[in-house]
């Protein structure tokens, strides 16, 4: 009963976590809740094993060094990963291995080869994230280095939000500005105001667009992402440098749809605790702050040009084509 219980917890915890794969760390997400590390090695250990967690889906990097042999246990405390010189091994009645998607499930027993090398990430049901109201614990991996007992551990903390109040209310600042800006109706400021919010998120922008593309996480999506928001930035940024008065603001409320439309697909960053920029989690959250608050604004402000521009170069009808 004992072991057809673990077994079924091992099931379980298996469809919860994704399996392997090549480009473990790298993700679309911006934020998440967890952040966790490896307590740094010492003695022989540090001279066998080197082991890294990633920071965006908390999967574990373990490498053996040298002619060492490392054996990671299971769940069960049963052996269920072997790494050394040859490659790496997952044991073929390993209830771990099975539910990992490192072997069949009951494909017999003995070792079977998952790679060439002396490495290996996976998403370990030990590290995954902390119970309801605890905000801290620690993981522990038990291994055996060349036959003798050893353990990787570290701690892993539940990263509060930040406060939301400060973005907020730079979002009704912002908001005040250009509800005055149309209440004034002055067709020279609302050009001017225009132009000027369009250079701030066409800053934010770039700024927030080159830090998630930096960052040690991006995907090759990310990138691409990123790179076009950057030359659509760009590209508005040319007409406010070269353009006409209208031409500005015009293009200064397009840089606002922009700013507007990013940040809202940004808007994680404010929602959860870990950043995953190559930027200060404070710089990175006042960016996408800015773009979000500045982008609305802008784009209303943009939206009043539009109709004022549209409304001058309205020519009225002719009388000569009645006579």
């Known amino acids: 009963m004992h072991r057809a219980a673990i077994a079924a917890a091992v099931v379980a915890g298996s469809l919860a976590i994704p399996g392997t794969a090549s480009a473990h760390g790298r993700t679309g997400r911006v934020a998440v809740d967890y952040s966790a590390s490896v307590t740094p090695l010492r003695g022989s250990l540090a001279r066998a094993v080197a082991v890294r967690v990633y ?15 490392v054996v990671v246990l299971g769940y069960a405390g049963e052996p269920f990963l072997r790494l050394g010189a040859d490659g790496t091994y997952a044991s073929r009645s390993s ?4 539910g990992l998607g490192l072997v069949r499930a009951g494909s017999g027993t003995g070792w079977q080869q998952v790679s060439g090398a002396p490495r290996l990430t996976w998403h370990d049901a030990r590290l995954r994230g902390l119970p309801t109201g605890i905000n801290h614990g620690r993981w522990t991996l038990p ?12 701690p892993i903390t ?30 020279t400021l609302l050009r001017s105001a ?97 773009m979000v608050s500045a982008g609305g604004a802008t784009a209303v402000v943009g939206l009043a040009v539009f109709f004022d521009v549209l409304s001058r170069y309205q020519e009225p009808p002719s009388l000569e084509r009645y006579l």
Do not use: K, Q
């Not at 920071?55 to 040298?66: K, N, S």
């Not at 500005?177 to 067709?187: D, E, I, N, S, V």
């Not at 920029?277 to 996408?288: Q, W």
């Open 55 to 69: 920071r965006a889906d908390l999967a574990l990097r373990l490498v053996a060094l040298g002619s060492h042999r």
């Open 194 to 290: 225009a132009t000027l919010l369009g250079w701030i998120c066409a800053v934010a922008t770039i700024v927030v667009a080159g830090g998630f593309a930096a960052a040690s996480t991006a995907t090759e999506e990310s990138w691409v992402e990123a790179a076009n928001e950057i030359l659509f930035a760009l590209v508005g940024v040319a007409f406010l440098i070269f353009g006409s008065r209208d031409t500005r603001a015009l293009a200064g409320g397009s840089l606002g749809v922009l700013a507007l439309a990013v940040g809202l697909t940004d808007l994680p960053v404010l929602l959860h605790g870990v950043v995953l920029s190559a930027l200060p989690a404070g710089v990175a959250r006042t960016a996408v702050a800015v």
């Open 95 to 98: 209830l771990t291995a099975a």
């Open 143 to 154: 291994l055996l280095v060349d036959g003798s007992r050893a353990e990787l551990t570290g």
């Open 158 to 187: 539940r990263v509060r939000p930040p406060p939301r109040w400060p973005w907020l209310a730079l979002a009704a600042a912002f908001a005040a500005a250009a509800g005055l800006l149309l209440a004034l109706r002055r067709p």
